[in-house]
T-cell receptor
Framework: DAGVIQSPRHEVTEMGQEVTLRCKPI?????LFWYRQTMMRGLELLIY????????DSGMPEDRFSAKMPNASFSTLKIQPSEPRDSAVYFC????????????FGNGTRLTVT | AQSVTQPDIHITVSEGASLELRCNYS??????LFWYVQSPGQGLQLLLK??????LVQGIKGFEAEFKRSQSSFNLRKPSVHWSDAAEYFC?????????FGAGTRLTVKP
C-alpha cells in the first residue's frame, strides 16, 4: 500500500490566489481528515468525511476554505482567496473508523502565501 | 469532552539514555490511546496504540507505553534512545466520535 498521498509537497503562492491541495487516501478507509499544523496553534482538525460525505466542518476557519470528496479515492482542500495567515502545513489522513482506529497521515503540503 | 495533556514541550536526552514522555488524558470511559511520531518534513506515524487488555503495550522502534487508569496516564518509554529518535511525539485519545491530540513533545538527542 502506498499510504496516503498528498500533492503538491510545497506550494508558494501570492495573496489572493486560489490554492488547491489534493489527497488520495488509503484504499478501504472510510474516513478522511484534513488537518492544519502551525507552530502557534499546533495540529488542528479542519474537516472530516465519512464515505465521501462531510461530517464535521466546524474546524474550517472561514468561508474561504472549502473541501470536497467526489469519490472514495480523492479529496481536495481549496483556499480562495488565500491570505498570508493561511501559511501552514496541511495534512490529509485516513482511517477505518473515527476515533478508535489509528490515523494514517500523508507527508503534508507546506503552503506559503506571500 | 475528552482532552490530552503533554506537560513537556521540549525534552533533551543523551544518546543511550532512557526516555519517558508524559501524557495525561481526561475521558469518562476507557479511551483508545495512541502515540504518534513526526519526523521533520513528514506526517505523523503511529508508534503504538492501546484499546484494552495488557496495560503495557509494545510499539515500533523499541518504544513501549503503559496505561495507568488510576493516574489517567499513558506515558511513552524507551530504554535507550538513538539519535534517530529525535522528532516530535504526539499523544492522542479517541472514542467513537472524536480523536484529540496533545500539543506534542519535541525530543532532542545529544551525542
Amino acid at each position: 500500500d502506498a499510504g496516503v498521498i498528498q500533492s503538491p509537497r510545497h506550494e508558494v503562492t501570492e495573496m489572493g490566489q486560489e490554492v488547491t491541495l489534493r489527497c488520495k487516501p488509503i484504499s478501504g478507509h472510510d474516513y478522511l481528515f484534513w488537518y492544519r499544523q502551525t507552530m502557534m496553534r499546533g495540529l488542528e482538525l479542519l474537516i472530516y468525511f465519512n464515505n465521501n460525505v462531510p461530517i464535521d466542518d466546524s474546524g474550517m476557519p472561514e468561508d474561504r476554505f472549502s473541501a470536497k470528496m467526489p469519490n472514495a479515492s480523492f479529496s481536495t482542500l481549496k483556499i480562495q482567496p488565500s491570505e498570508p495567515r493561511d501559511s501552514a502545513v496541511y495534512f490529509c489522513a485516513s482511517s477505518f473508523r473515527q476515533g478508535t482506529s489509528p490515523l494514517h497521515f500523508g507527508n503534508g503540503t507546506r503552503l506559503t502565501v506571500t | 469532552a475528552q482532552s490530552v495533556t503533554q506537560p513537556d514541550i521540549h525534552i533533551t536526552v543523551s544518546e543511550g539514555a532512557s526516555l519517558e514522555l508524559r501524557c495525561n488524558y481526561s475521558y469518562g470511559a476507557t479511551p483508545y490511546l495512541f502515540w504518534y511520531v513526526q519526523s521533520p518534513g513528514q506526517g505523523l506515524q503511529l508508534l503504538l496504540k492501546y484499546f484494552s487488555g495488557d496495560t503495557l503495550v509494545q510499539g515500533i522502534k523499541g518504544f513501549e507505553a503503559e496505561f495507568k487508569r488510576s493516574q489517567s496516564s499513558f506515558n511513552l518509554r524507551k530504554p535507550s534512545v538513538h539519535w534517530s529518535d529525535a522528532a516530535e511525539y504526539f499523544c492522542a485519545v479517541g472514542n467513537n466520535n472524536d480523536m484529540r491530540f496533545g500539543a506534542g513533545t519535541r525530543l532532542t538527542v545529544k551525542p
